[in-house]
């Protein structure tokens, strides 16, 4: 790779780090984070500082012992004291604001991912986007699918710690890094001395002889360094990967707990959770190898450096030129100097590291960002009307599957207060698909939907959120906005007394309660909020029919009451009397692979 490349490759990076870190020291907290940061920074410098002081100290202190000067080592060492102490301070409080910044940075970059990333369903949205397979000419109206993130919970929770803990590290590492070699640069030049040499029946001297060689010595040490610990950049960025898979089929197996065991999939499961701990073992054992080798070289720089100024200036020192102190504080400049220099050599790991970090959370800014941008260029699917008239109404409304292929186009609906609709069809016709373009929800499709004020949508499978069963019920509301008898009386009219007891029972709901109680528990949750349109997305499908009649002449009763209507999805032929009409997707004749029409009848008046 060229120079040019690699300062282009460079300046990207840099360029990407500047574009995650500077939103925060922009934002509302600026002045906080900013004079943080300032105080960091002059900690540092003081840090340094005390650095020349005590590179002094070792020039007078080892004089004073070759000298056998008894005043003066008593001097030095009190001087030494205080040098220490203050160094000890400077150690606590620098570390004590880093940590402070850091986890406040995070803190701020976390909100506002996690605003991002749950706003306007972009993480719906992502993960439909994740798994799109776009079919050979088909038009996908979203971003493209490759630039959708894995495990976007991993890059929130960890990849943010990560990335402003490696940023602030290795910033003010490489601060002090140019503040010391400013510093001690001097210093060596000073000391060192020339080199004096002929060559070619010439006399020749090359002044700051030292300093020449901690640049050479370090130089080259850094482009070794560079060729060796390379591949940890990707190593480390498919590990984080990796991981986070891991950890997702956990998750998900802890999840599904009851339906593995019933199934008795436990070897399946096992057998997929060692095949993705065998990536990650695979990957970490690469990582680990690639790590010792640049340890290898690594050791052997930083050893042969403790003795290299010493065998640079022992001719000097042996002629008489220097005395004892001297050729220490030559030594501890040169470290302090080769310190400074070796700071890309010290640092590569944590640079691999860190840049593989960077890279990941800004794959994930960026399909955020061009979540954003198709939404704000779609069509209106996104931003369904408020009916006025208060009827459900849609125009034109065409839906997709994630891979492009159409199901549904030209789709004109109405429905209108007091109705109740059946939507029946052929499992993959897309009645669910048109459920979540209703409520706004699906990105695949264009057209224009009015939807009725007040609408809930009952889901195949309705979530409960960990913690107290009035939370469950409330969700997404507080539960202090109802009162215990409301929520009593939902529990009751949704066929759950046995719950009513229990409100302020901690659990977690969604693994605790069976199928049916789940589909009642979500029932409940709509009888609480009395809404005037309901959408039921085979919302009784576990119940049995007597149940289902019960449930489904309280979901009437509560449409009625409020003046709105029942839309529902169905496979049931005994649901059919709780409704007038039905609409039924059906495939069109020409035989087209993936798309349906709607066909639109009345029914008998429901039960």
């Known amino acids: 790779m060229s120079l040019s490349s690699r300062t282009s490759l460079f300046r990207r990076q840099m360029g990407k780090v500047w574009k995650l870190s500077a939103p925060y020291f922009q934002s509302e907290d600026k002045w906080k984070a900013r004079a943080m940061l300032a105080g960091i920074v002059a900690l540092n410098l003081a840090g340094v500082y005390l650095l020349v002081l005590y590179n002094d100290w070792y020039r007078l202190f080892y004089d004073a012992l070759e000298n056998k000067n008894q005043p003066v080592f008593w001097t030095q060492l ?25 986890i406040r940075w995070r803190a701020w970059m976390t909100g506002h ?49 990560l990335f402003t803990t490696y940023t602030i ?20 030049w000073g000391l060192s001395g020339g080199f004096a040499f002929s060559f070619n029946g010439s006399q020749y001297n090359i002044p700051g002889f030292m300093v020449w060689m901690a640049v050479l010595y370090c130089l080259a040490g850094s482009v070794i360094t560079h060729y060796i610990g390379r591949p940890q950049i990707a190593l480390n960025f498919q590990q ?16 599904y707990s009851e339906s593995i065991a019933l199934d008795k999939g436990e070897a399946v499961e096992r057998k997929q959770l060692d095949l993705r701990f065998s990536s990650v073992l695979a990957n970490y054992l690469t990582l680990l190898k690639a790590q010792k080798r640049l340890i290898w070289f690594n050791s052997f720089f930083g050893q042969a450096a403790v003795v290299f100024p010493f065998i640079v200036a022992a001719p000097r020192f042996f002629s008489g030129a220097i005395q004892l102190g001297t050729l220490m504080q030559i030594s501890s400049a040169f470290g302090r100097v080769q310190d400074s220099l070796s700071w890309f050599v010290d640092n590569y790991s944590n640079l691999a590291a860190w840049r593989a970090t960077a890279d990941r959370l800004t794959s994930f800014e960026d399909s955020i960002r061009a979540r954003e941008q198709a939404q704000a260029m779609s069509g209106t699917i996104n931003e369904v009307v408020e009916a006025a008239s208060g009827e459900l109404q849609t125009q034109g409304l065409q839906l997709a599957l994630p891979g492009g292929a159409v199901l549904l186009d030209g789709l004109g609906l109405r429905a209108a207060p007091g109705d109740s609709v059946l939507l029946k069809g052929p499992s993959g016709s897309g009645k669910s698909t048109l459920f979540r373009a209703l409520a706004g929800i699906w990105p695949y499709a264009r057209g224009r939907v009015a939807l009725p004020a007040n609408s809930m949508f009952i889901p195949q499978r309705p979530y409960f959120p960990d913690g107290t069963l009035r939370d469950a019920l409330a969700y997404p509301r507080p539960a202090s906005e109802y009162s215990d008898e409301a929520l009593r009386q939902a529990l009751a009219d949704a066929l759950l007394p046995q719950l009513t007891a229990r409100l302020d029972d901690a659990d977690a709901w969604s693994q605790k309660l069976s199928g049916g109680e789940q589909q009642r528990l979500a029932v ?36 009625q009451r409020a003046q709105g209507a029942l839309v529902s999805i169905a496979h049931r032929p005994a649901v059919a009397r709780f ?29």
Do not use: C
Not at 79 to 98: G, S
Not at 176 to 188: Q, Y
Not at 580 to 604: D, I, T
């Open 78 to 102: 009190g001087r030494f004291t205080y040098i220490a102490f203050a160094m000890i301070i400077l150690a606590v409080y620098k570390f004590y604001l880093t940590q402070l910044l850091e």
């Open 113 to 161: 991912y996690l605003e991002r990333w749950l706003a306007n369903h972009a993480f719906y949205h992502l993960e439909l986007a994740r798994f799109a397979e776009p079919d050979a000419g088909q038009h996908v109206p979203t971003s493209p699918t490759n630039a959708t993130p894995d495990n976007p919970d991993q890059r929130i929770q960890e990849d943010l710690n």
């Open 169 to 188: 590290s290795l910033t003010m590492g490489l601060l002090n890094a140019v503040v010391t070699l400013v510093s001690f640069v001097g210093i060596l």
């Open 240 to 255: 984080q990967r990796y991981e986070a898979d891991f950890r997702h089929h956990m998750v998900r197996v802890r999840e």
């Open 524 to 559: 409940a949750r709509v009888l609480l909020k009395k809404p005037r349109w309901i959408f039921a997305d085979e919302a009784t499908s576990a119940l049995d029919e007597e149940a289902e009649g019960q449930v489904y002449q309280r979901l009437l009763a509560q449409v």
């Open 579 to 607: 409704h007038r009409q039905q609409w039924l997707l059906e495939k069109e004749p020409e035989g087209a692979a993936a798309r349906f029409r709607l066909a639109q009848k009345s029914l008998e008046e429901p039960a």
